[in-house]
Every structure is written in structure tokens, then in C-alpha cells.
């Protein structure tokens, strides 16, 4: 048996997942053409002088024959910012074979040890605002869009490979069927659900760059001190939200100004994984039916990709406003159920909220890490 590794060849990186394990797997691969934008340092602000990045992809082909993937990548960004000297790994999908798996990762080790980081950790694709995260448990959920999905052998490849589970999370799916968003409104979420002095809006694509940039200043300050977390510049999320808004729904998302300051947002997009494995994440002349059908269709899923409140407005009651504004935006407009992304463990409140309005856990996730000597 021989193992050939290969460098930056995106074709047949793109392919792995499908190959690996089947086309009737939980599995959906985000667009051919984001994962080559995303994964090329010419275009993408994370590997240039913003986020200080570097990346090694690779394929692994056995007897020549796909057979796995991963990116090895420092977020330089992240590590001046955590004071760390951490190197990722993402988009790791292999076979069941240890070989496999140990020549991958021992490739993606020895870039860490190049790039003088002292620690690999993943799964990133490729930072803690994007996909990331190894499925631990509930590997028979239908994932939602920005979750991320493997069998139950990848975890066992990296425990046999010296890494270790850390930082574990939980990801969300609420029957909105169910649901009666006005529980919420008691106490000071009523309140401030009445409070004149605040403008709800929605995210309109009319002039989405000034949208995204006020997304962007709440997030960054909401986010301030979540873990992992880097602020995102200008450039960074309209790289990465761009094409939102192409297929947003703006009725389900929501954004909060105070005299005209944004104060808070909830990003919540139509579940485009359907789409996605309709078009076997590629654009072409056999996309066209599945993207009319799903953008003049019935959507009944929806994801929250991330919600957050600017820190004076913190624990005052905003975000049970706007989660109650979003849920009865969504059952009038349809949807019948709602993903939610990975909370951390230690995020115990976001978590009593979540179950508190009665969501069912789909996913337990981890980290996992090895120290590199």
C-alpha cells in the first residue's frame, strides 16, 4: 500500500468528502468555488497582511486513489491577539485507515513545527467564526448550514493519533411548530421589546456593504471577550458574508439601532444544505432548477448563524427581544425549524437559554489538540 501526499491540488481536495464517505452521507460540502476562494491566500484577507496567515493544503492518495484531506493553517491575527502560538488544522475527512490519518496529520505537525507553534488544534475551517469542531456525538443529525458533520471514526483516528477532546460544544435545532415566541416577552424583554427609544429593522441587501459594516461593529464589540474570538475587519466579513445576500431572507434577521448606533443583530439565513446537495455544491447549467426551486420555494429550515449585543446592552433583556422578534418572523413566514450553532460548554446562560425555549441537542462537538515537541 502506498500513501502520496499532494500539495494545493483544490480539484481533487474538493472531491475528498464525496469519495470518502459516499454521496448518501450526512455530508454537505460548502460551495466548489467559496472553498477555493477561501482556501487561496490571494484572495482571502486571512492569509494576507490583515489576519497574518499561512496554510498547507494537502490530499492523501492511496494506491492512487483518493483518500483524505486536511489544511494546516496559522491564524497569525489569533495568536498575536491570545498571545498563543497555535496551528490548526480543518476540512480533516479521511477514510477508516490509521495510515491514512497519521500521514495527514503528521504532515500537518510538521508545518506547525516549521511555523514554531507549539500546539495543533482543530478542527477550524478555518477560524472560531466559521465551521469548527469534531462531531463527538449525534452523528445521525441532518446538519444545517456552518455546521459541520464527520462519521464517528474521525474523533477515534485523532485519539489514536495522540490528540486529545477540549472546548466542547453543543449545537441546537428548535421545532418552531411548538413554539409560542410570546413566553418571551415577561419581565425586562418586554420591556425593552416596547422601548421607543430603539429602531428594529432588518438586514436589507439594498446597500449590504453598509449592513455588513454595522453587523461588524456589533459583533466585534459583543463578541469582545469570547474566547478564540478575533475581531473581523471591514475586509474579512465581506469576504465571508458577501454572497448572502444573494439567498437572505431579511424577514428573519434583525438588527437594533439606539439613535441611530447599532446595538444589536441576529444573523439568521434560510438552511442552504439542501441547495448545496441538490447542485452537489457546484454552479452550472444543472444548478439552475435547484436554486429557482429554492429561491421561489417553500423553506421550512432556517439557521442562526451568530447573534450578538453590544456590552451596555448586555443582560438587559435585547436578546430575548430580538430572539422573540426573529421566532415570529419565522412561523409567519413558514419555517418550521430552526438550527442553532455551536455553544460552548462554558456558556452556560446562552445555553439555559436555549433549552429554556425548548431546543433538542443535535450535536455534542470538541476540539481536539496535541502539543507539538
Known amino acids: 500500500m502506498t500513501i502520496e501526499l499532494r500539495e494545493d491540488d483544490v480539484d481533487a481536495f474538493f472531491e475528498v468528502p464525496f469519495i470518502v464517505y459516499g454521496e448518501g452521507s450526512p455530508y454537505v460540502s460548502p460551495l466548489k468555488g467559496d472553498l477555493e476562494r477561501a482556501l487561496d491566500p490571494a484572495r482571502n484577507p486571512l492569509f494576507g497582511s490583515i489576519g497574518g496567515g499561512t496554510r498547507h493544503v494537502l490530499t492523501a492518495h492511496r494506491d492512487g486513489k483518493l483518500a483524505g484531506r486536511i489544511v494546516a493553517h496559522v491564524h497569525g491575527a489569533s495568536n498575536v491577539r491570545h498571545k498563543e502560538r497555535r496551528c490548526s488544522f480543518g476540512y480533516f475527512d479521511c477514510i477508516n485507515d490509521i495510515d491514512?490519518?497519521?500521514?495527514?496529520?503528521?504532515?500537518?505537525?510538521?508545518?506547525?513545527?516549521?511555523?514554531?507553534?507549539?500546539r495543533l488544534e482543530g478542527s477550524f475551517n478555518l477560524t472560531a467564526m466559521q465551521q469548527m469542531g469534531v462531531v463527538t456525538e449525534g452523528f445521525d443529525a441532518i446538519p444545517y448550514l456552518d455546521m459541520v458533520w464527520n462519521p464517528a471514526y474521525i474523533p477515534q483516528l485523532l485519539s489514536q493519533c495522540?490528540?486529545?477532546?477540549?472546548?466542547?460544544?453543543?449545537t441546537y435545532e428548535l421545532d418552531l411548530r411548538r413554539f409560542d415566541p410570546d413566553v418571551l416577552l415577561h419581565g425586562v424583554i418586554a420591556e425593552v421589546a416596547r422601548?421607543?427609544?430603539l429602531e428594529w429593522a432588518e438586514l436589507r441587501t439594498r446597500d449590504f456593504k453598509g449592513v455588513l459594516e454595522q453587523v461588524r461593529l456589533v459583533l466585534n464589540n459583543g463578541f469582545e471577550h469570547n474566547p478564540m474570538f478575533v475581531p473581523l475587519t471591514s475586509e474579512e466579513i465581506l469576504f465571508q458574508a458577501a454572497d448572502l445576500s444573494h439567498v437572505m431572507d431579511p424577514r428573519i434577521t434583525v438588527l437594533v439601532r439606539e439613535a441611530a448606533t447599532p446595538v444589536g443583530v441576529i444573523l439568521c439565513v434560510p438552511d442552504l444544505n439542501p441547495l448545496f446537495r441538490a447542485m452537489r455544491s457546484?454552479?452550472?447549467?444543472?444548478?439552475?432548477?435547484p436554486f429557482l426551486r429554492f429561491r421561489f420555494g417553500t423553506r421550512t429550515r432556517a439557521l442562526v448563524i451568530f447573534a450578538s449585543v453590544v456590552q451596555p446592552w448586555q443582560g438587559k433583556g435585547l436578546n430575548?427581544?430580538?430572539?422573540?422578534?426573529?421566532?415570529?418572523?419565522?412561523?409567519?413566514?413558514?419555517?418550521?425549524?430552526?438550527?442553532?450553532?455551536?455553544?460552548?460548554?462554558?456558556?452556560?446562560a446562552s445555553i439555559r437559554q436555549t433549552e429554556r425555549l425548548g431546543a433538542k441537542q443535535m450535536q455534542r462537538l470538541h476540539l481536539f489538540t496535541k502539543a507539538i515537541v
Open 100 to 118: 491514512v490519518a497519521r500521514a495527514l496529520l503528521g504532515a500537518a505537525e510538521q508545518f506547525a513545527k516549521q511555523q514554531g507553534c507549539d
Open 162 to 170: 495522540g490528540f486529545a477532546p477540549t472546548f466542547p460544544m453543543r
Open 195 to 197: 422601548d421607543p427609544t
Open 282 to 289: 457546484k454552479l452550472g447549467l444543472r444548478s439552475i432548477m
Open 320 to 348: 430575548g427581544a430580538m430572539m422573540h422578534r426573529m421566532i415570529t418572523a419565522l412561523k409567519k413566514a413558514g419555517y418550521e425549524q430552526l438550527g442553532i450553532t455551536w455553544i460552548g460548554d462554558m456558556n452556560t
